[in-house]
């Protein structure tokens, strides 16, 4: 045996101790009994399986899945499966003849039809996952750094994906020596086609932005683009915000996202939103707020990633509780302060698959 084989099956051996090692069994297959259900079956299919009796139904999402996966097969791979399946059911089985046992092996044959078909599928799989994995490598790339340095201002930048990338938008682009500007937005939907389209939303933004003084008139530009370039059923939220360095003023555009929470001495509230969202309409005149911030007063923005954040027991992080996690800040620094709500978030979430992007956007005056 060369040194490349020996090394091969210590590597082999070593990760499959290591998974019998590390595998939560009843978790786990909870876990990906849970994602099985959730990639395969319909709306509709899981509010008829809430009806049935176990028996009743564990047979049908065993039957639902399959359907499912089979159509989702390429017509050779379903023209495989159907035969590895003939193979096995009629092949398979103990002879007697003449008083001699012969165990027929043309089930081996079927289950290995079976096998090249699953090998074909996580080929798929790895390739997919290996272009994805390119595609958030350029997502980094793009995410500015986490705290940039503004005179007047502190500020932290935070987004995750759900998946390998997302449409969850946070930016910073200094425009020039007197204009900062400040993007949190999600591209409706996850996944690759809103990474796709988050990534020309932001290009967009940073090719108009030094181009207009007025932020109505940036947005107004931002959104026909938008709407006439992505698809009809498409849009964005976007929390558009310039600062200027030095000073305590805030404008922002709001169209369409969650509105920020303003965190002041003696109070956190909504700063309320007054625009529809980017690429429902076309020309829209998009309304411009100003704030005037005293030092230590902060503007929190978020995705829906945080108060839509399920646990195993289908509850919402919820705005509420997010209010009653700002409301103890004040016992944090700022550098923390970011962090504290992630780990908030995800201690509510636990085991549970995360189903949405997260993103945060907050800046103090300081």
């Known amino acids: ?23 939560r069994f009843q978790k786990d297959v909870k876990r ?24 009743r139904k564990g ?3 065993f039957i639902w899945i399959f359907k499912s996966l089979f159509l989702h097969l390429t017509p050779f ?3 495989l499966t159907v035969l590895g399946l003939i193979v096995i059911l009629v092949g398979s089985g103990i002879i007697i003849n003449d008083g001699n046992v012969q165990v027929n092996n043309s089930g081996l044959v079927g289950g290995a039809i079976i096998f090249i078909v699953l090998m074909l599928e996580l080929k798929d799989k790895l390739l997919a996952k290996d272009e994805l994995a390119a595609g ?8 500015p750094e986490q705290s940039p340095n503004i005179e007047g201002w502190s500020l932290w930048l935070y987004t995750r994906p759900a998946n390998e990338v997302g449409g969850d938008l946070v930016d910073y682009l200094k ?24 990534a020309k939303l932001q290009a967009t933004i940073r090719a108009l932005a030094a181009d207009y003084d007025s932020l109505s008139q940036l947005c107004g530009k931002i959104n026909n683009i938008f709407y006439r370039d992505s698809l009809s059923s498409i849009f964005a939220s976007m929390l558009y915000m310039e600062v200027k360095p030095g000073e305590s003023q805030i404008r922002l555009v709001n169209a369409g996202h969650l509105p920020p929470y303003l965190v002041t001495q003696n109070e956190i509230k909504e700063v309320i939103k007054s625009n529809p969202a980017i690429g429902l309409m076309k020309d829209f005149s998009f309304t411009e707020d100003i704030l005037e911030m005293q030092k230590g007063e902060m503007i929190i923005g978020y995705s829906d ?12 992080f919820e705005k509420e509780r997010f209010v009653n996690l700002l409301s103890r800040i004040k016992n944090y620094s700022f550098e923390n302060l970011g962090e504290y709500i992630v780990e908030a978030v995800d201690d509510f979430v636990g085991d549970s698959p995360v189903v949405d992007d997260l993103s945060l956007l907050i800046i103090k005056k300081d």
Do not use: C, S
């Open 1 to 23: 045996m060369n040194e490349t084989n020996r090394n091969t099956n210590q590597r082999f051996t070593r990760v499959l101790r290591d998974d019998i090692k590390n595998v």
């Open 32 to 55: 990906e009994f849970k994602e099985l259900k959730n990639f395969y079956l319909t709306e509709e299919q899981h509010e008829r399986l809430a009806g049935m009796k176990p028996i």
């Open 59 to 61: 047979w049908h999402i």
């Open 77 to 79: 791979r379903r023209i």
């Open 136 to 143: 958030r490598k350029v997502q980094k790339a793009l995410m």
């Open 175 to 198: 425009i020039n020596d007197h204009r900062i500007g400040l993007v949190i937005g999600d591209v409706a939907g996850k996944g690759l086609h809103a990474a796709l389209l988050n």
């Open 305 to 316: 990633g945080v108060t839509e954040a399920r646990n195993e027991y289908g509850q919402f």
